[in-house]
Structures are given as C-alpha cells and as structure tokens.
C-alpha cells in the first residue's frame, strides 16, 4: 500500500494533521499515520490527491516514494518523467545545504535521461528532511481545494478555512449529510456542499435563512434551509449524518439563555450515536462534552475558540 505525504503549516498544527487524517479515515476507516513535526504520513487506500483536495491546511503533498541517506544512490522506483525538479523540504533542528536540490537533480538528471525544469515540471521530487528521517515524496501536479464564492458575509462568522477543517472532522463522505443548527450565512454548508457533502441549514433568525439562501445559489447549491430553532434537529435527526456548528456568541447571539447553558442545552439533544463537531468561546464547556477531543483558536486576548469533536 502506498503511503502519502502532508506538510502542514505551523499554525493549528494538531487540527491540521487531525483534519488530513478524518478525511483519509472517511474513506478508509483502517488508515494507518504517522507524524514528526509538521510532517503527516498516512498508509491508506485513499490517494493523496483525494486528500489533499479537500484539506484545508496542506501546503505540499504527494506519495513517498523511498528514504535516503546516500544522495549518490538515489533511485526512487517510479517511471521516469519527462521532466523535473527538486525542492527541499526541511523540518529538522539542523541546517541544510542549500545545493542539496542541485546535487540529487544531478544525480536523477543522469539516472533517467531527464531534463530538470523549474517552470513547469512534470513531477516534483520532494527531499523531507526531519530529524529521525529523510524522505523522498513524489508528486506530479499541485492540489489546490476549490472554495466556494461567498457573496455575503457576517463579522462574526466562521472563516471559510476553519469551516471546511470542521467539516472534515465529522469524518463524512460525498453523499453524507451534515446540519448545522446555526447556519447563520451558510459557511460551513457552502463548505460541506462543495466536497459534495449534502448539508441543512437551520436559523432562527429569518434574515440569516434569507443570506444562506443567497450565498448557496451564488454557488449553485440547493441546501434545505429551515427557520426554526436548533430543536428542529429532533424532526430531521434520522435525515442527518452529524452535526457541524459554531454556536453564536456575544452579539451575534440573541438567546434568552446563558452562553453555557444554550451550550449545554444544545448538546443534551444531539442524538450519541451522532458525530458532533461544536465551536463556541472558551470557557463554556459542560460536562457532556468533557470526553470530545478539542482544539484551541486564539483570535485576540478577549476570545479565544474552541473546536470540539466527539
């Protein structure tokens, strides 16, 4: 079995590699990883490209090919392209050579006959230095994940970024539904429909049911929106797969409750058998959350979010 490659950034380190590996384990629930520093290695039957296309913290991906350690004996077992080039990738404490590149381009350029280009190669050959390892990764094209267009915004809202990693933290496939009982303007539903994940909306607030319909048809989406309260998830729970939201907090929230209790409160009707992925503002967690893995998001020194998956 193949195992691929995630270089992820250095910001939200652990949701980053969370999120590679939930995706990965949607398709293939016996996924095998590894990771060292900011370097994700999955054993999967999923390929890489799937991945990365969906991943919403990758910078660099593709298929690990062999390890090395003599540069005069690289010879990674893969066809030989028409063209190439190599890039260093250092996640290790030491430094590097900088003509490392020049020096196994020089080395493969003579093994396959082939022409380097730094332009427009037709694969890239990936030298992963880390400090127990290095690796030789292959790839050839760069996956980018296609966003979808968002024509009206909220202040408060979710990132798009953040939105589509929650998505993927329910660990759902195409075909699969998510419900978000807080739609708002449709992030994390315009996130969800765009990796074909079918998605409902529901708002209390009729102006927000209006935006999402908006934002949804500038895309081409036809999610169900629902204005209702987040009780109505009692009606539709057996048309749902999981449930994905950012609870509203501060002014964006109009609940005649407490933060904490509409938390606990929301929390207590969510079926257990269903994959639940929350945000709200640290400091509101209850104990029917005590078990679900979190991750922190600093914004300023007054707010501070919480992911929660359980």
Known sequence: MLQSFFVLPGQYEDLARDEVISISKSYDPKTKSSSESRL??????????????RATFVRNSGNIVDTFDDISKIDPPIPKPLSFVCRTINLSSRKISTSLEKQVGGVLSRRWGSKVSLSNPHLTVYLIITDSEQYLGCADTKIEPKLPIKVIKHPHELDLKLSRCIVNLSQLKEGKTICDPFC?????????????????G????????????????????????????????????????????????????????????????????????????????????????????????????????VIAVR
């Open 202 to 305: 529901i708002d209390f607030d009729p102006l927000m049911c209006s935006i999402t319909r908006k934002n949804l048809a500038a895309n081409q989406f036809k999610s169900k929106v629902i204005n209702s309260s987040y009780n109505e998830i009692r009606n539709i729970k057996g048309t749902i797969d999981a449930i994905v939201t950012d609870l509203p907090y501060g002014i964006a929230s109009r609940s005649s409750v407490s933060p904490k209790k509409l938390v606990k409160d929301f929390v207590s009707i969510i079926p257990k058998r269903k994959k639940l992925v929350i945000v709200y503002k640290k400091g509101l967690d209850v104990e029917e959350m005590s078990k679900a893995k979190k991750y922190e998001i600093y914004r300023h020194k007054s707010l501070t979010r």
């Open 184 to 200: 708002g303007t449709g992030t994390i539903l315009l996130q969800a429909e765009s990796m074909e994940i079918k998605s409902i």
């Open 40 to 53: 994700v290695i999955l054993e999967s039957k999923v390929s890489w490209k799937k991945i990365a296309s």
